[in-house]
């Protein structure tokens, strides 16, 4: 996905269905930042929306130390009306039967906005035959999503014969505008791109249970230790492309095509879902789980899909592409938000004289044996800090590309109390001193929960001609910004652990007993 | 996979073949300290091999700070009977062709000695029929790799009607002992588990792109962006069990079971490789592929596939589980290497009175935009040494669970050079002062492969009883080791960055101009 491609976050939008999906839809659009109204007959709909939510609250604070958006509200409804009434996209994720949700579309497209998007979660059923009755057909599509929906960026987009190009233009970029990659299926055809893989290998897996030649743990196993860890970053075709070596797809082809015509699916059946197999399965699924509940395997899950999103990220690539341009937008949204009335960086400046340029979630990652956040990751945050002073005064990548850089050569780091996974931590910053070649930096690590002073840190950072590896004067124009940022900060009192030293004279050849 | 399960590392191995899986399977045994010799009749059999050690070494050290054991010597042999004479497991890999791997079988196994397992790699020939000419078929075995072999974990073994039982235990603890995640296919059945379920995917794949339903940039999206992040961890039995809530598999199938009803794959049928599709999808993938070789997707895969494993071993779970059991096998050889001879701490002082306790290699992702390890990366691996200086003297994680640990309170950390991207990095440590219930740290960052010092730092550490979080003193055995130590390393010059603090006060309030 482009940056390039149009986003468009929508200002509300109507749910139908809080099951699984309906539940991961509310959690993907209030994170980032739109209105919910849902709508699910069932008594305990709250529940499992408000379970979701957490959920998704939970992996995205563990995926990304950048704040999301301020969440979007989330009111569960009491009828289909309520929950249509003024919204830009309609989301239906109703069971999987052709009728009821035909007629439910119907409801929904008669109550909803005349410019309102209707879109279903189906995951194979044909977007012209559910279009039937619905009012506007021309505004109605396919908007296909995997669970968790909170974290999966894929989205099938696909119309019906009398869907229009604009809705599916549309619905992309309302997908696209709260993280996901909106994928159209160009032809309509039952259960479109994704789900007739999905169902090639499950109806394949079914037969290896029925036949007895493997459990399900074991069919499971063969994916997640071997193709599935390709496939969390390349397709099917990709894969084999790199299997045939340099020659390409033709020569591929011709070592591998005809393996074709070998037995090696049992492709001209489905199983017969006995009252057998069905034991067999429930048997055998309820043994891989164990003593784990749904609730802590979705929590698992959750935190694999985290950590595989984080490792693509690092490479921007595949998903993690998807992930990284959610936080460039979640960081564009929180710089426009404190962006300087006088366009200078004295805005930036508190009351209090000092400067909050940066703050972090403690992520589980973060964590050592004794239960606490590790010390090197304080340097990080403080790091992070000193990264977003280098921007303020215009010493940031692009200054960087140019040549010249700031780098630190001198670290004294006090740590003060214990960060856990999950504190917010926030950093003040003050300018202690500079000359042309240098700046001496003082952060304060603070827990705004409940105000404790985690640690204090003090940075020498020198300039530097990349070019040559020496010592330089760094330019007029961020010296400018250094004396005036220096002469607002100069009433501050000097921080007491500033210009301190380990003092480890009185423990030297210490008899300690 | 249970830490134990019997491992047992092959001295030597024979392997035939090297084109993508013999070259991997190289990669993977001999950076496990295995030996390899290696026949193919291709010419240019070196070059691929040599390439696939390449992009091994590089994936696993940007997997694993750990250093991998000695690598096993690669040598290429002219002949089969050189391959295999003396080799405790010979691994065949030759073309997907039964003729050709039945004899070359046979003339193996006639060389080999007759302790040797005698593996082959078919992805889905029965073993029992490629057994025919094996001399001793009862230490024949199907051990089926996935690419690329040095990094994904699965191997399926499937034994023929005349294998052993002792055949299938042996040829499974050597490839543990390698690393990997054995599954024993239990019924000899074309295609085995794994590639059946492949197939089914790839057939189905081939279909959309046959019926011009889907590009095959399209399929990969459809599985990349969606259910492969998911594959990554989990299968597709329990990604649906989720999927089915609270209920469990029983309420799945209730609600998803009829959908197996519906047209949702095309399983009828398998597609006709004509001129016309095989020029289709040749032409969509160059235009996938793009401008990128094969040897720059392959490494693009690699780095994924790291950053993906990494993920998962940060949780603890799925093939992360099988990466964090080979970086403890191999600190455990470099432990023993190491042992102290005369079983006190004593016998970690090198030569020149310094601790070595600790290197590391510099990941990718420690590098910032100024192109070298950021900041904090310095701390972490000054940070791991002073893990390993705890461990040492009896105050690592096994103490910190009995309710004390030190804390570092303080530190002094000073870059002196960059480091970059694959350097090899090694701490030197000096306990400067120690009482009961503080010490005093001071590590030299070197660079070995040009003896540049890189970093100094220097730490206070104090001792707390972590149910009060109050200081206090640490054991005896502790005190001791810390005494023996300090007395060790009296006679040593006090390092001259000792003591020292940030000198700012030239800088406050300058005028610069």
Known sequence: MSTAEPESLPRRVGLLGAGVIGGGWAARFALAGVEVRLFDPAPDAADGVHAALARARRAWDRLSPVAAPHEGAVTIVESVADAVADADLVQESAPEREALKVGLLAEASAAAPAHAIIATSTSGLLP?????????????????PF??????????????????????????????????????????????????????????????????IATVEEVDDAIRFGAGLRWSAMGTFLTYRLAGGDAGMRHFMAQFGPTLQLPWTHLTDVPTLDDELLARLVRQSDAQAGEM???????????????????????????????????????????????????TPRAALAADGQLRLHDAVVQPG?????????????????????????????AGPEYAAGGHSFFTVETHL????????????????????????????????????DGAMMATSEHMLVHVDTNTGRAAPATEAVLDVLARLAADQRELPIPEAAG???????????ECR
Chains 1, 2 share one sequence.
Do not use: K
């Open 128 to 144: 012209s035959r559910l279009a039937a009755d619905v009012h506007g057909p021309e505004r109605f599509v396919v908007g296909h």
């Open 147 to 212: 669970n968790p929906v909170y974290l999966l960026p894929l989205v099938e987009l696909c119309g019906g014969e009398r869907t229009s190009a604009e809705t599916i233009a549309q619905a992309a970029a309302f997908y696209r505008a709260v993280g996901m990659r909106p994928l159209v299926v160009r032809h309509e055809i039952d259960g479109f791109i994704a789900d007739r893989l999905l169902e090639a290998l499950w109806r394949e897996a079914l037969w290896l249970v029925a036949d007895d």
């Open 414 to 449: 006090r740590h003060l109390a214990e960060a856990h996974a999950g504190d917010r931590l926030a950093v003040t910053t003050r300018l202690l001193g500079h000359d042309e070649r240098r700046f001496h930096l003082f952060h304060e690590l603070h827990r705004p929960a």
């Open 500 to 510: 301190r030293r380990i003092d480890g004279d009185r423990l030297r050849g210490a």
């Open 366 to 394: 973060w964590i050592d044996y004794n239960g606490h956040m590790t010390e090197f990751r304080y340097l990080q945050v403080v790091a992070d800090a000193t990264d977003a002073f280098l921007s303020l005064i215009g």
């Open 293 to 343: 509940t749904v609730a802590e395997l979705e929590e698992l899950r959750d935190d694999c899909l985290v950590a595989v999103l984080d490792g693509l990220r690092r490479e921007g690539y595949g998903a993690g592409e998807v992930v990284a341009e959610t936080e460039r937008r979640w960081r564009a949204a929180a710089a426009d938000g404190a962006a300087p009335s006088d366009g």
